[in-house]
Nanobody, 123 residues
């Protein structure tokens, strides 16, 4: 199994910054993509940013220029630096990992979610 552990959420004033981190552990053979999604109350979960292996990061239009996603060399850790935060960025943020897992019988492509971390932007 693969476990994603997130950290870094909290309360911040408009214009402030937060950094989210997510570490993946378990029987990961390789990483296809890691990213961050968010879900605000009453809204659908949406992709905020993602880094496909071997490709450039892509972002939700509303966060371009304000958020930056990055991964460690081992691709098992993903961070989201969020600057110039706005009240509309308030949501639960979820880490996501699209990976190939090593099982006793086969390599399987699986998708995993973190538990979610609350980000609240308010004065």
């Amino acid at each position: 199994q693969v476990v994603l552990v997130e950290s870094g959420g909290g309360l911040v004033q408009p214009g402030g910054s937060l950094r989210l981190s997510c570490a993946a552990s378990g029987s990961i053979f390789s990483v296809k993509s890691m990213g961050w999604y968010r879900q605000a109350p009453g809204k659908q979960r949406e992709l905020v940013a993602a880094v496909p292996k071997g490709a450039s990061a892509h972002y939700l239009d509303s966060v371009k220029g304000r958020f930056t996603i990055s991964t460690n060399d081992d691709e098992r850790t993903v961070a989201l630096q969020m600057n110039s935060l706005r009240p509309e960025d308030t949501a639960v943020y979820f880490c996501n990992a699209d990976v190939i897992v090593d099982t006793p019988t086969a390599y399987l492509r699986q998708n995993y979610w973190g538990q979610g971390t609350q980000v609240t932007v308010s004065s």
